[in-house]
């Protein structure tokens, strides 16, 4: 699964709103809800954008988890 | 989020072709009975049939200058929500809701399909054109719903 820290660093970055991000990337405050809750994943160019926004690279806000099998 | 203006263009054909489908059964029923009464023979050719002079096969305009009061509450109606809609409502489309979009047209195209599989088939069973017509109306206006209801479900679970 894809995880982020984008409500970590939004909090970092004086409190930014999920809005004033959404307006900053430009897209819809309900999907930067949708990927702050891991429920869509955004596009390379969406990353890239959210991450620029952030001043960090890519990898310090999006990290690629592997999902354990029940059986492991 | 679910367009504003995609629920009143919707709800917008809904009606039109509600009218439509109404008038147009009013006409056809109206000339088959006159066309059944004055050649006594019915089938699909007689939609086909050019109207002779002097036959009135139209409908007198009883409405007395009130068919044009839909569209304008509509418009009205239209005017009101969009000055009332919040922010977001008015947001440009982005990735999402491309996607959103897309399965939304898929589910839709099936249940048209699906339709469009019965129409044909109740045609060649024999059902009168009139019939055949409304399925494919009705099956339209399932593929709407079909369509709308899937990208309301999908903005409620919130993911793509």
């Keep these: 699964v894809i995880a982020n820290r984008i409500r ?19 897209m819809t405050r309900q999907t930067v809800a949708a990927i702050e809750q891991g429920k869509y994943s955004p596009t390379l160019e969406a990353a890239f954008r959210i991450a620029d926004v952030f001043g960090e690279p890519l990898e310090a806000v999006f990290q690629w988890r592997l999902k354990k099998a029940p059986n492991d | ?21 109404g008038e147009a059964r009013h006409e056809l029923s109206r000339e088959a009975r006159l066309d059944r009464a004055r050649h006594g023979g019915g089938g699909f050719r007689r939609l086909f049939r050019p109207v002779r002079p002097g036959c009135d096969v139209g409908r007198p305009d009883r409405s007395g200058g009130r068919r044009g009061g839909s569209p304008r509450r509509l418009a009205i109606a239209t005017i009101a929500v969009a000055a009332a809609e919040p922010e977001d409502a008015r947001a440009p489309y982005d990735e999402r809701e491309r996607l959103i979009d897309l399965a939304a047209a898929r589910a839709g195209f099936y249940v048209v399909q699906a339709g469009a599989f019965l129409a044909i088939s109740a045609l060649a069973l024999g059902w009168p054109a009139v019939s055949v017509i409304n399925l494919l109306l009705g099956a339209m206006v399932a593929g709407e719903i079909a369509k709308d209801a899937w990208r309301v479900a999908t903005y409620r679970r919130g993911a793509a």
């Design chain 1, 8 to 26: 970590v660093l939004r909090f970092e970055h004086g409190e930014m709103t999920q809005g004033d991000l959404a307006a900053r990337i430009g």
């Design chain 2, 1 to 21: 989020m679910l367009k504003r203006f995609d629920i009143l263009s919707y709800i917008d054909n809904i009606v039109s072709v509600l009218i439509d489908t």
